[in-house]
Structure formats: structure tokens, C-alpha cells
């Protein structure tokens, strides 16, 4: 890209010396009009000259031609130039700020970020909104060169923070007022994955404002594009001697209005989108790599929409998915969209390299609630047969599991250095649990102080419980999520440590 820039500056530079020498020739040397009478004499008469007596038609004509060239090759580059750093790209290479020194990169994964009415109307003040307080427990679990996180919704998709919503469903739903975006970027997320149903929330326009807004803040989206499909997925991030390829894609699986009937054909071109096949997925990630690999990427993170809200495992589609995408060249698989923490694995990719999978990281900025048209129908039914009683016990069961999962979640932060055979290696990885704190001691007038993220462990060995918990009950869900978090680790064989424990990190001996 920076040679591509340099010719498209060069090209001016070297018409204008092309028509500074065509303008020295234009006029013929012609020694009899410059002596026309044959003589050497100082008086000799001399004939009225007119402008255009001694001009060589066929190089003056050469020359009009080169001037309306170069001033539209001038023109040409500077539309190039400015179509190439507008909002409407996908951020790119070197966006982060510039960093030579090879010392690596630490990439940070979060869960996805989607608070409810509640949250939003809590963050409402005289002076507009302020997510700040929700987020800023996380300095550690944030703490990345490279971060990023899930993004469900639009960020001030109609100006002016208007018809601000964060209720489900189509038409002013999910719209974030943009006090958000600036909440995320002052919490360290550089980028977010946007391909997910609820991108296109409040339309295709809303989109568009919605990337426009995150890039005002610095926060690039994956996933998604304003009006160039073929940019879909060719973010490269370089830092520290490192050089990270990011994609991002949406699987239609059982989420409702993944097929996003309201668009055009021609809009849906601007969500990385597919259907819920492995296969399809996975060729669609290996294309993508190779267009990544050319721009200079070496280590490739693969972001997936799948699975249903609420679902405590992975189903047999993402497992056969993260295989084979872990073949097609991922280095690293995350997924987004179940809203509950889900285990992670290590599974053997292209030239038998790491892949490390995480099918799910969570909510990690959001108070959200397991619902079904199962648990809703039988629950409002007057009568139920043996058989729907079986159901709707099976139903409040698993409801109530996923609401207690749906309050933990969770970060990964792994560092990527340069190994001595060239390539980019993970040297050491940690996550942090998190666990969302909702002070219901809090009163309307202390509203924005309802919600926080908290790092568990920071509080979970503590020996009386810390003031910032209403009760001994809460304190003991923040500390039970440390357990149920590091049980979801125990596949990495150790290749992820406990985080953020008393402050320290790489610490992984929390009493509980």
C-alpha cells in the first residue's frame, strides 16, 4: 500500500518535468530570425515580432496535451489518496500507532458487548450518556496491544444519540448511543466483530453510521464494510514485529433473522455471512487467509457468530468447524453470539501449528437473560400434559443454569512473539474471569454505579468481603465464577494461567 501511495505521488512530479522540458522546446532556434538581414551589424533593421512567431506548432499542441494529462493524473491521486484513508475502508495496516521494536504482541479477546435497557438508561445523565463506570474495573483483562471484543448492535445509528434502544429485534432495536464506542475505545478495545444479525438493527444506513461512529473513536470492525464487499476481512494489524490477520463471519444457524430479509442482495454483500456448514465456512476463512498472508499477515484470528443464546456447550457443527478451520490456516478461533462462557480446546491446524479455540467468551458488558418461545408458551399454558410438564421442568432448569453462566465471562490475553525458525508462536497465555456485579443497593440517584465489570479474581480470595458487594451472596457468585471460569481452561494443558489475581498476574493458586 505505501508503494502503491508513493507512485500515485510520484506520478505528478515527474509530468511537471516532462512539461517544463517540452515548454524549453516549444520555441525553434532559427538564426535568420535572429539576424534576418544576413548581417553581423548592431543597426541592422529588424522586423516586428508577433508571440507566436517561432513557436513549433506540433510541440506546442504535445504540450496542451500534457498539461490536461497531468492535471487529471494530479486529480486521480488525490481522489485515490483520499478514497484510500476514508471512513468508508476497513481499518488496515498500521493503524495502530507505529511500533518497530520486535518484542511481540500481547492479543486480548473479549466476549461481546450488549447492555440492556436497563444498563443504557442507567447510563443516562444530564450531561448524555456515560458507560465509563461499567468498564473500568478491566485495566488488566483490557489490557492488549491488539484487543478485541463482540459488538451486538449499532453505535448511534440515526445521529444525535436519537432513538436510543438496546431492547432485541429490528427497527430502533440495539442502537447504543455513542457515549458507548467511547467507553470501549478509554477501556483499550481497538477492535470490535460486527457480523451478526443485529449489525443491521436499525437498517443498512444505521449501519454505516454505526462504523463511522466506531471509527471516530479508533475502533475498527471486522466482519462488516460501509459500501466495499472487497474489503471484507483483509484487516492486517502490525505491531511490535508481529503481524496479525483479523476476519470475522456470521453463521446462519438458528438465530432468528440471520438471513436478513429487509436488505437488498446487493447490501447483504457488506456482512461476511454464511451458512451454518463447516465446509463452506472453513473455505470461506481459507480464501480470506490468502488475501491476508499477501498483505503480509502471519498469525490469523478467525471470529465466528454461531450457536444459540444460552447454550452451555458447543454443538457438534462449531467443534467440526474450528477443525477445520484451525486446517485452513486459524491460529486462533473465537466465538461470539451464545452469551455464556463455553469451554476452550487446543486443536492441531495447517503444518501441525496450535490453534486455540474459544467457542465462547461470553457477555462481557451486558445483564442478560435466558428466554425461549419453549419456557414462555408452556409457562403461560393453563394445562399441560405430562409430557410439556417433563419440558417445562427441563426448560427452568436449563434457564436458570444459563442465567447464572450469562453473569461470568471472560478475557484471553496471549502473547505473540517470534519464534527462532521465523514464525509466530503463542510464548504464554492467561485469561481473567469476569464477573458483572449489579449493586442493586444502588439508588436512582447513583444510577450509573449499578453495573460493573469486575476481574473475580481480584476479590476472590479476599478474607472479609470487599465493601463494593451488597451481600455475602454475591460476594460468593464472584468467587465461584473463578472456579467455573478455570474449568473451562483445563483443556489448554496449562498453556493458560490465571490472571489478575491481588493485582499480580500469571498467578494460578486462588484460594476459594
Excluded at 453 to 464: F, K, P, Q
Aim: aromatic share 6%; proline share 3%.
Amino acid at each position: 500500500m505505501k508503494m502503491l501511495l508513493k507512485k500515485i505521488a510520484a506520478a505528478p512530479v515527474r509530468g511537471a518535468a516532462r512539461i517544463a522540458a517540452a515548454f524549453g522546446g516549444i520555441f525553434r532556434h532559427d538564426a535568420s530570425s535572429e539576424n534576418p538581414a544576413g548581417k553581423g551589424t548592431v543597426n541592422a533593421a529588424r522586423p516586428r515580432r508577433r508571440l507566436v512567431d517561432g513557436v513549433d506548432a506540433d510541440r506546442f499542441t504535445r504540450l496542451c496535451v500534457m498539461l490536461v494529462v497531468g492535471f487529471a493524473t494530479l486529480i486521480g491521486a488525490i481522489l485515490v489518496s483520499a478514497a484510500l484513508h476514508s471512513g468508508s475502508r476497513q481499518i488496515n495496516v498500521d493503524d495502530l500507532p507505529a511500533d518497530d521494536t520486535p518484542d511481540g504482541l500481547t492479543l486480548t479477546l473479549g466476549g461481546d458487548i450488549m447492555p440492556t435497557q436497563d444498563m443504557t438508561d442507567c447510563a443516562a445523565g444530564d450531561n448524555g450518556y456515560n458507560y465509563h463506570h461499567y468498564l473500568s474495573e478491566l485495566s488488566g483483562a483490557l489490557s492488549g496491544d491488539l484487543t478485541v471484543a463482540g459488538l451486538c448492535g449499532q453505535i448511534d445509528a440515526y445521529g444525535k444519540d436519537s432513538r436510543v434502544s438496546s431492547m432485541g429485534g429490528f427497527d430502533t432495536g440495539m442502537n447504543y448511543p455513542e457515549a458507548l464506542a467511547e467507553a470501549m475505545a478509554d477501556a483499550g478495545i481497538h477492535y470490535v466483530m460486527g457480523a451478526n444479525a443485529y449489525a443491521f438493527a436499525n437498517g443498512y444506513d444505521g449501519m454505516c453510521q454505526s462504523i463511522a461512529n466506531l471509527h471516530t473513536h479508533s475502533i475498527g470492525v471486522t466482519g462488516l464494510t460501509r459500501n466495499d464487499p472487497r474489503r471484507l476481512n483483509t484487516g492486517v494489524i502490525r505491531r511490535g514485529g508481529v503481524c496479525v490477520g483479523l476476519a470475522g463471519y456470521n453463521c446462519r444457524e438458528l438465530a432468528e433473522n440471520d438471513d436478513l430479509p429487509f436488505l437488498t442482495a446487493e447490501q447483504k454483500t457488506y456482512i461476511s455471512q454464511c451458512d451454518a456448514d463447516a465446509d463452506e465456512l472453513a473455505e470461506r476463512a481459507a480464501s480470506d487467509i490468502a488475501k491476508m498472508r499477501a498483505s503480509g499477515a502471519e498469525f490469523f484470528v478467525i471470529c465466528v457468530n454461531w450457536g444459540s443464546a444460552g447454550s452451555l456447550s458447543p454443538s457438534d457443527f462449531m467443534r467440526d468447524a474450528a477443525k477445520k478451520l484451525a486446517k485452513a490456516g486459524a491460529d486462533v478461533v473465537v466465538g461470539f453470539g451464545s452469551r455464556v462462557p463455553m469451554e476452550m480446546e487446543i486443536v492441531k491446524g495447517a503444518a501441525d501449528r496450535d490453534c486455540y479455540v474459544f467457542y465462547s467468551l461470553g457477555v462481557l458488558c451486558g445483564d442478560n437473560q435466558y428466554t425461549s418461545k419453549t419456557l414462555t408458551t408452556l409457562s403461560k399454558a393453563k394445562s399441560l400434559s405430562d409430557e410439556q410438564k417433563k419440558k417445562l421442568s427441563a426448560e427452568k432448569k436449563k434457564a436458570t443454569a444459563a442465567n447464572v453462566a450469562m453473569s461470568r465471562s471472560m478475557t484471553v490475553s496471549l502473547k505473540l512473539v517470534r519464534a527462532k525458525n521465523g514464525s509466530i508462536e503463542v510464548e504464554s497465555g492467561q485469561y481473567y474471569p469476569l464477573f458483572l456485579l449489579k449493586n442493586t443497593l444502588s439508588g436512582e440517584e447513583n444510577a450509573p454505579m449499578k453495573y460493573m465489570v469486575l476481574e473475580a479474581a481480584r476479590y476472590a480470595s479476599a478474607e472479609e468481603r470487599p465493601a463494593l458487594f451488597a451481600d455475602d451472596a454475591q460476594w460468593q457468585r464472584c468467587r465461584e465464577t473463578v472456579t467455573a471460569i478455570g474449568a473451562l481452561t483445563e483443556a489448554a494443558g496449562g498453556k493458560l494461567l490465571l490472571a489478575g489475581a491481588d493485582g499480580g498476574d500469571g498467578q494460578n493458586d486462588v484460594k476459594i
